[in-house]
Every structure is written in structure tokens, then in C-alpha cells.
């Protein structure tokens, strides 16, 4: 395990960049302060903790034109400057061709901050729409060829590893949805390594709450692009699971901690999944136990 220090929440020369948080007064500037140095010290303890960048790395940060990716790029930028291990940022935006996406944001965004970048065309939209019926939901589809987009031109490009702006509530949207309609018990891994074993994908803010998120890219002022195809869907379950959260945490301040808790501390012995615990031989466990109790006496 990385020591703690490696990414440094708290650095002398880490001071707000863009947007509007150069123009608060004194009292929010503080809180915008605040908000960053949270922000900064969650990404690094999930990247210490899932060993996410490492020496060399050349982190491919998948940039949608979204509140996430926009805060997933500016915090690893920041951590970036004070890092101990030296890693390389590359933004890649998939352009789907979605009707109207405003195609010169993103480019004169991250020519502006000096950041590397390509914009990947591939035509998905047309795709997506011509597969999934009328009134299905275009997720499944969309993610699918999203996702072999980006992998491919991962390798195309030398990233070793790629960066998703999934957060907390990302994560227990994602397992909910699958308790509910899939009938597993999963969620989206802090760190994972994809089906055919070619690209390690990470999610930095896996720790961070939606609000913060939010409220980082109102303060920096993001130049959001917003979702057309994906948001504006009426019949999302995902966006029915994300209310039924907020309402709980509404309700019970602090529930939805403790449920991203329990993801990260799993008992397997107490679920009933015979390929994640040997229920099978739990007989000759007690009985090496027994034996092993019989000796003990035995010495005494």
C-alpha cells in the first residue's frame, strides 16, 4: 500500500484555477477552499487506496462535457502538480454525433488550459437509435459501444490506465439498479480490469459526493454540455433509484455513508453466493477446528 502522503490534499500551491471562484468574496472563497481540499483529499485516498496511478502512468481521462468529468480532470490536474510519482493526463472526448452537440466546446475549453487532448468521432448515436426499440431505454446500447470505443483508442494512444468520473452515488445507483433488475449483488469497482484484460479503468471519485461535484463545477463555471440522449429519457430507472437515494438521505442524513461503506466491507460468509464461500466445506472446517482444540488440551 502507497503511503498516504504520495497525494498531498493540502498543498501550498493549490489555489482555485478558473471560473467563477476567482470572483467570491473573501467568506467564498474560503468554502470554495474548503471544497477543494475535500475534493482533492478524496480522489487521493481512493487513489492510495486501490493503488490507482502508479509511476509512469499516462491516465486517459474520459471527458463527456459533464459536471464529473469536467472535476475528475481539474483534481487530478491539481494532485498532478504535487505528486511524488510522475503520471501523464490525456483528455479524450467521444463525440457520438449527437444531434447539435456544440463540437467546439470542449476543444477550446482544453486548449485553454493547456491540457493534451483528442476528440474521438464515431457515429454511436445513429447506431443507438436505429437498434433500440421505441420507448426502451438507450443505456445498455450506448454504454456498450461507448465503452469499445474508448478501450480501443486507449491502447491506440499509450494510456495505461482509464479514468471514469463515476461517483459515490454512481456507485450505489449502479447496485441498487442491480439488486432490483438484475438480480446481483454488484456495483462499479474503484478500480477495474476490463473483459478482455487489456485496460485497467479507474474511477478517482469514487469517494465523492454528487453535491460536491456539482457544486465544484458551479463554482469553477465548467462549460457543460448537456446529455440529450441519455438524460431526457422518461422511463430511466436509474434516475427513478437516484430519488428514492436522495430521498433517503433526506430523510436519514448520513445513510447513503454508511451504504457506500458496507460496499467497501463485504462478508461473504453472511450472503449466500456458493462460488464467493465454501458453504460446502464448512463440515471439514469445523472438524480441523475440533482437532486443533484437541490438541491444544492435549499440551496443556
Known amino acids: 500500500m502507497q503511503d498516504a502522503v504520495i497525494f498531498d490534499p493540502n498543498p501550498a ?25 475535500r475534493l482533492r483529499r478524496q480522489v487521493g485516498n481512493a487513489i492510495i487506496d486501490y493503488e490507482m496511478i502508479g509511476e509512469g502512468d499516462r491516465v486517459m481521462v474520459c471527458l463527456s462535457g459533464g459536471k464529473d468529468s469536467y472535476t475528475l480532470l481539474e483534481i487530478l490536474r491539481s494532485l498532478q502538480r504535487n505528486a511524488p510519482v510522475r503520471f501523464s493526463l490525456v483528455a479524450v472526448n467521444l463525440d457520438q454525433k449527437q444531434p447539435g ?21 464515431r457515429d454511436t448515436y445513429s447506431v443507438v437509435k436505429e437498434k433500440t426499440p421505441e420507448g426502451k431505454t438507450t443505456c445498455a446500447l450506448c454504454s456498450r459501444l461507448r465503452r469499445g470505443s474508448l478501450y480501443g483508442f486507449a491502447e491506440e494512444i499509450g494510456a495505461t490506465k482509464i479514468a471514469l468520473g463515476h461517483h459515490r452515488e454512481d456507485i450505489l445507483e ?4 442491480n439488486l432490483f ?3 446481483s449483488l454488484k456495483a462499479m469497482p474503484p478500480k477495474l480490469l476490463s473483459d478482455d484484460g487489456r485496460n485497467i479503468v479507474i474511477r ?10 456539482a457544486e465544484f463545477a458551479r463554482l469553477m463555471d465548467f462549460p457543460i454540455i448537456p446529455c440529450n440522449l441519455c438524460g431526457s429519457q422518461p422511463n430511466l430507472q436509474r434516475q427513478v433509484v437516484k430519488e428514492m437515494l436522495a430521498e433517503w438521505e433526506a430523510r436519514h442524513p448520513g445513510r447513503l455513508e454508511s451504504m457506500f461503506k458496507a460496499v467497501t466491507n463485504v462478508a461473504p ?3 449466500a453466493d456458493r462460488e464467493l464461500f465454501d458453504f460446502a466445506g464448512l463440515e471439514e472446517k469445523q472438524a480441523r477446528r475440533q482437532a486443533d482444540r484437541i490438541d491444544i488440551h492435549q499440551e496443556l
Open 181 to 183: 433488475f438484475g438480480g
Open 174 to 177: 449502479t447496485l441498487f439498479l
Open 204 to 213: 478517482p471519485l469514487a469517494y465523492c459526493r454528487e453535491a460536491d461535484i
Open 269 to 271: 460468509s453472511q450472503l
Open 13 to 37: 500551491d493549490a489555489p482555485a484555477t478558473a471560473g467563477g471562484a476567482t470572483t467570491l468574496d473573501a467568506r467564498g472563497k474560503r468554502e470554495f477552499n474548503k471544497l477543494q481540499k
Open 101 to 121: 452537440f456544440p463540437e467546439q466546446v470542449l476543444p477550446e475549453y482544453l486548449d485553454g488550459i493547456g491540457v493534451e487532448y483528442h476528440i474521438l468521432e
